[in-house]
């Protein structure tokens, strides 16, 4: 056996080990199943911090008083930067804009879908899905709430459908590998060309709470990393996974940031590369 095999099974061994004690904690204590992720967040919260950040989303949130939203600050930045293109719509073909169609995926308490309202404006599509019944109670008819799970493929569907289509899902659920994955699987496809699929919280991908760990396969982190492949699938002949294929086909961008990861829709076509004439020959 080779020495980089061996190291991989030790890696496994320890993954396995480590997970089975602290579920078995969880279990003896009688924690929540994501007590050991919230123990590690909560060094993150500073009350007596003065960063102030900047930016369109920056001044929302500082003046949203309406539902309680919970962001992480270097959100907002990135936000506006991945977002920018939709503030007024989306660009058809012919040049003119229609209402955007946004899907959250993750409600809680209903902050944040009032923040893409103010965000999109008054003609966007906005809808929020999640697992939790007592969300239903947050549906209004300028932001409507379905209730399902996110790793449940028809539920997903049933609302792209209702919507009249999406342009931008943003993926603040579960957080679970294995969710992220079906609702990624099922959504993107369905995205508007030119569309956006963003991921939020991935630091969740090194969490075993989330199905994760460091260079776990099939968190939403490693499932991007293979996506790179893809994106350069033109230079190199080996083999590459089913999403690493969508990638060299039906994804421009894999953009990665702190605990957010985009995925932006378009059509590719087989690389070209051109020189400018010599002056002699330009004339």
Known sequence: MSQVGTAERLRRASFAFSRTLRRTARRVLGLPPDWYALQRLGQFEDPE??????????????????????????YFEIYDRLFERFIDGVTMPDGKRRPLHFLEIGVAQGGSLELWREN???????????????????????????????????????VVAEMGGVDVVLDDGSHVAQHQRVSFDTLFPLLSANGLYVVEDTH???????????RRPGTI?????????????????????????????????????????AFEKGPRRRPEVRMTLPAADAK
């Open 49 to 74: 911090s003065t960063w102030q950040p900047t930016g369109r989303f920056a001044e929302l949130f500082v003046n949203h008083h309406g539902r309680v939203a919970h962001k992480w600050i270097h």
């Open 120 to 158: 999109f404006g008054p003609d966007a599509v906005i809808f929020g899905i999640d697992i939790d019944p007592n969300c239903a109670i947050l549906d209004r008819d300028d932001l409507q709430v379905r209730i399902g799970s996110q790793a449940d493929p028809e539920f997903l569907q049933s």
């Open 204 to 214: 969740t991908a090194y969490f075993f709470d989330f199905g994760g760990g460091l």
């Open 221 to 261: 982190i490693e499932v991007a990393k293979g996506m790179v492949d893809g994106l350069n699938k033109w230079y190199f002949r080996a083999p590459v996974g089913r999403r690493a294929k969508l990638a060299w086909t039906d994804i421009v961008s894999v953009q990665f940031f702190d605990s957010i990861v």
